[in-house]
T-cell receptor, first 115, second 111 residues
Framework: GAVVSQHPSRVICKSGTSVKIECRSLDFQATTMFWYRQFPKQSLMLMATSNEGSKATYEQGVEKDKFLINHASLTLSTLTVTSAHPEDSSFYIC???????????FGQGTRLTVV | LAKTTQPISMDSYEGQEVNITCSHNNIATNDYITWYQQFPSQGPRFIIQ???TKVTNEVASLFIPADRKSSTLSLPRVSLSDTAVYYC????????????FGTGTRLQVTL
């Protein structure tokens, strides 16, 4: 099946710094990618929809200035956590589907720890 | 997006068949039912998708009654490696990726 790759898989950063997470669709083009966040023992929560060539759409309660999303090409979306704080520590997951696709493919996730 | 309800957890012994039922009373005409599997510290993995009646693949079967208000994921002869969280989702097939995840069912398989 289609492959979605995230990088890095794990990152530790100091409080106040910014961290960039990449999400790539390796063998298909994705005009839309989605970013989720998952806290321990909890379900995935949709954060935002990343649209190639246009602004991202954020879910209610998600700060767009804190979680910057850039979708510059049909195979790459990036999520930047700006001025990270310990409460931003979480598991971040992206997903994508191909044009007309009916199945979502997920990245392996990125474990962010802010110290 | 239709809300789903699943058991929080289930236990099974290796080799048994496991059936996980999901309720989705408000499913819309255009909605499909999709199940995902998630292992710890990994992204969800697609298992199976269906609209009505029965769908089977090499991994599982999905049973959907005529009223489509529920669905049952059937895992034949589970092994220890099937220990994971299983999510049932419903949504318009055209928005396959914008998914609203419920609590999921945590399946624990033991010897």
């Amino acid at each position: 099946g289609a492959v979605v790759s995230q990088h890095p898989s794990r990152v530790i950063c100091k409080s106040g710094t910014s961290v960039k997470i990449e999400c790539r669709s390796l063998d298909f083009q994705a005009t839309t990618m989605f970013w989720y966040r998952q806290f321990p023992k909890q379900s995935l929560m949709l954060m935002a929809t990343s649209n190639e060539g246009s602004k991202a759409t954020y879910e209610q309660g998600v700060e767009k200035d804190k979680f910057l999303i850039n979708h510059a090409s049909l195979t790459l979306s990036t999520l930047t956590v700006t001025s990270a704080h310990p409460e931003d520590s979480s598991f971040y997951i992206c997903s994508a589907s191909g044009l007309g696709g009916t199945e979502a493919f997920f990245g392996q996730g990125t474990r962010l720890t802010v110290v | 997006l239709a809300k789903t309800t699943q058991p929080i957890s289930m236990d099974s012994y290796e080799g048994q068949e496991v059936n996980i039922t999901c309720s989705h009373n408000n499913i819309a005409t255009n909605d499909y039912i999709t199940w995902y599997q998630q292992f710890p510290s990994q992204g969800p993995r697609f298992i199976i998708q269906g609209y009505k009646t029965k769908v089977t693949n090499e991994v599982a079967s999905l049973f959907i009654p005529a009223d489509r208000k529920s669905s049952t994921l059937s895992l034949p002869r589970v092994s220890l490696s099937d220990t994971a969280v299983y999510y049932c989702l419903v949504g318009d097939r055209g928005t396959a990726s914008k998914l609203t995840f419920g609590t999921g069912t945590r399946l624990q398989v033991t010897l």
